[in-house]
């Protein structure tokens, strides 16, 4: 069964510091989501790309993050500099809406610990 | 704006019970899409179930049902003779149909404990 990969699995960094999580998603799948998800509660988007477009980043604090899908498959997402309130769970997604497959397939996601 | 509301923060059972767990949905558009996804202790969402607001059936797969009522917003999901490997924080999520882009609302999250 295809799944979604995402590398690594936990980053341990200290504040200032730059680290970068990369996400390959379903082979096919046209729509990549990158989700942060804070101790005890649920994910909340932070980018959204249809190919390599991105079609939503208003929740992104762009002033440090960054997030590209060069060739439209797989996809890095970046924090420079880290600081600690960016500890999180970071979860990668993919769907395929344009074939009517709304339900979004996520990676393992990668544990950030800034300290 | 959409909202997501589990109003269960954790539920506890012993194995074999059901466990039912709500969600209330607050959306002002007349199609959606509604999910619920199983987060076990590993991290890894896992998508259990997908509703369109245009069928108010109400299903059962295996152990898993829900109840799906448009005119109170609310998306319920049972679990049925519940087992240990059930134990997971539950979440229920909400996307528009008008929005092809399919971003997900997620609630809080309900976790379930099973006890042997």
């Known amino acids: 069964e295809a799944e979604v990969a995402q590398s690594p699995r936990y980053k341990i960094t200290e504040k200032s510091q730059a680290v970068a999580f990369w996400c390959d998603p379903i082979?096919?799948?046209?729509?990549l989501y990158w989700y942060r998800q804070i101790l005890g509660q649920g994910p909340e988007l932070l980018v959204q790309?249809?190919?390599?477009?991105?079609?939503?980043d208003s929740q992104l604090p762009k002033d440090r993050f960054s997030a590209e899908r060069l060739k439209g498959v797989d996809s890095t997402l970046k924090i420079q500099p880290a600081e600690l309130g960016d500890s999180a769970m970071y979860l990668c997604?993919?769907?395929?809406?344009?074939?009517?497959?709304?339900?979004?397939?996520f990676g393992p996601g990668t544990r950030l610990t800034v300290t | 704006a959409q909202k997501v509301t589990q109003a269960q923060t954790e539920i506890s059972v012993v194995e074999k019970e059901d466990v039912t767990l709500d969600c209330v949905y607050e959306?002002?558009?007349?199609?959606?899409?509604l999910f619920w996804y199983k987060q076990p202790p590993s991290g890894e969402l896992v998508f259990l179930i997908r509703?369109?607001?245009?069928?108010?059936q109400n299903e059962i797969s295996g152990r898993y049902s829900w109840n799906f009522q448009k005119s109170t917003s609310s998306f319920n999901f049972t679990i049925t003779a519940s087992q240990v490997v059930d134990s997971a924080v539950y979440f229920c999520?909400?996307?528009?149909?008008?929005?092809?882009?399919?971003?997900?609302?997620f609630g809080a999250g309900t976790q379930v404990v099973v006890t042997p």
């Open positions: 790309f249809q190919d390599e477009s991105v079609v939503d």
């Open positions: 959306t002002r558009d007349t199609t959606y899409y």
């Open positions: 997604a993919s769907s395929d809406p344009d074939r009517g497959l709304f339900e979004q397939y």
């Open positions: 509703r369109n607001s245009f069928d108010e």
């Open positions: 999520a909400l996307s528009r149909t008008t929005d092809s882009w399919g971003k997900l609302q």
């Open positions: 082979s096919g799948h046209a729509t």
